[in-house]
């Protein structure tokens, strides 16, 4: 289909275009000639952008339908403007063999809304005892390969995976987090969870286990990219391996940039997360981290819950929150926080995750691919449980007001999404 989008400011942080113009769209990309239209989009007031690119949202399929369903989730992630998501190996069971793999992108290429791209598993089973067969999960359509939230507690092996994956080219990306010293924790080790009675995970947790990665990383030379940065001393770890040159790059969630272990409040269990919200210390300088760039983007980290298992007791409730609806509006609000240009925020969940994932999406130039969000950057809305797509309404933002609402989401030169 042609389609015409009129009028919009159109804003590619790829190339640091920032105009009004038109984009056109023929047989699934963008394109520079200017046909007949056979739909017309008026953008006028709107801001037309790539579509965000999420590296971290888990979609509950296969084995945790009762969470959420691939339709349920795909549906959100096209509402929240996300057109490509990368997700996680934990499932059940984990994306250990080529045919899990290849059913998932099956399933999501039949719903034929955003682009999904697996993460495998880089031991069997996530159990931490076994190499899983990365060149034949590589060939089935993995990207990269991840532990998810299951630390890596055998460094050797570790060692082993970093060395099989670099001879081959594979990604590793890893959350940095010792096991033992994480073991029974659910909050930042800090005032409030003494003051709530819960056990608590150290920012040394972190700092341990990214120093054990990097070390790694300079004896393998293994590309990884390090998952979900939640400390001060983290982020400037990586700022250091940075200069020194080493591959790595790294993303935050975007609840940290927002929130900090004060959220907590009274053992909200919206805000039980892994890894935790830390100090106000830690936050600050995890949202300066991603406007200097040491923190290459911001994820959704999307982990739909089902409503019985964040009713438990703080300690108790299951970890993570919803999140692909909200990406759009909470970059957003980062970014006039740190009084940044809109193409420098849209940057860091667009055109710097296509270049972690090395795709050819998360730009606006003919012949790239018409993955895009047309969105109105002034909408407020309130952020209900019947507001929101995801079959997961678990997020520490329910009932604020956050302001940029997606318009419309076009995946591959097809509307996906339009604004009721």
């Known amino acids: 289909m042609k389609i015409l989008i009129r009028g919009g400011r159109v804003i590619d942080p790829a190339s640091g275009r920032d105009e009004i113009g038109d984009v056109f769209i023929s047989d699934g990309r963008i394109s520079s000639a200017k046909e007949k239209a056979e739909r017309t989009i008026d953008a006028k007031g709107l801001v037309v952008a790539p579509g965000l690119i999420d590296l971290s949202a888990r979609l509950r399929e296969p084995g945790y339908e009762y969470k959420a369903t691939l339709e349920s989730e795909m549906d959100a992630a096209v509402a929240g403007g996300v057109t490509s998501l990368a997700c996680p190996p934990d499932t059940d069971p984990p994306l250990d063999e080529p045919g899990l793999v290849d059913m998932l992108r099956r399933r999501a290429k039949v719903l034929a809304r955003a682009r999904v791209y697996p993460v495998g598993a880089l031991t069997v089973k996530l159990a931490g005892e076994r190499l899983t067969e990365m060149a034949?999960?590589?060939?089935?359509?993995?990207?990269?390969?991840?532990?998810?939230?299951?630390?890596?507690?055998?460094?050797?092996?570790?060692?082993?995976?970093?060395?099989?994956?670099?001879?081959f080219g594979f990604p590793v990306w890893l959350r940095a987090e010792d096991r033992w010293l994480a073991h029974g924790g659910v909050a930042h080790d800090g005032e409030v969870a003494t003051r709530l009675g819960l056990p608590g995970i150290p920012s040394f947790a972190e700092t341990i286990a990214l120093g054990t990665v990097l070390q790694l990383v300079r004896a393998t030379g293994t590309r990884v990219h390090i998952c979900r940065l939640s400390t001060a001393v983290g982020a400037e770890m990586v700022r250091a391996a940075k200069k020194e040159g080493l591959p790595v790059s790294c993303d935050v969630g975007i609840h940290h940039v927002h929130l900090s272990e004060l959220d907590l409040g009274y053992y909200d269990a919206h805000c039980r997360l892994e890894p935790p919200l830390r100090s106000q210390r830690d936050r600050e300088a995890l949202a300066a981290g991603l406007a200097d760039g040491t923190i290459d983007c911001a994820v959704s980290d999307h982990t739909p819950v089902d409503e019985d298992q964040k009713q438990m007791p703080f300690a108790e409730a299951e970890p993570g929150a919803t999140g692909l609806e909200l990406l759009l509006p909470l970059v957003l609000k980062w970014g006039a926080e740190r009084k940044l240009p809109l193409a420098k925020t849209l940057a860091r969940v667009t055109s710097d995750p296509a270049r972690i994932l090395g795709v050819q999406t998360g730009r606006i130039e003919p012949g790239a691919p018409a993955d895009l969000a047309v969105f109105d950057p002034g909408q407020h809305w309130r952020i209900v449980p019947e507001a929101l797509k995801s079959q997961g309404k678990n997020t520490p933002f329910l009932g604020y007001e956050l302001t940029g609402r997606v318009r419309t989401t076009i995946v591959a030169g097809n509307v996906v999404y339009e604004q009721a």
Not at 137 to 148: I, K, N, R, T
């Open 136 to 167: 034949e999960l590589a060939e089935a359509g993995c990207v990269a390969f991840s532990q998810a939230n299951a630390p890596l507690a055998d460094t050797q092996l570790l060692w082993r995976a970093m060395q099989y994956a670099g001879t």
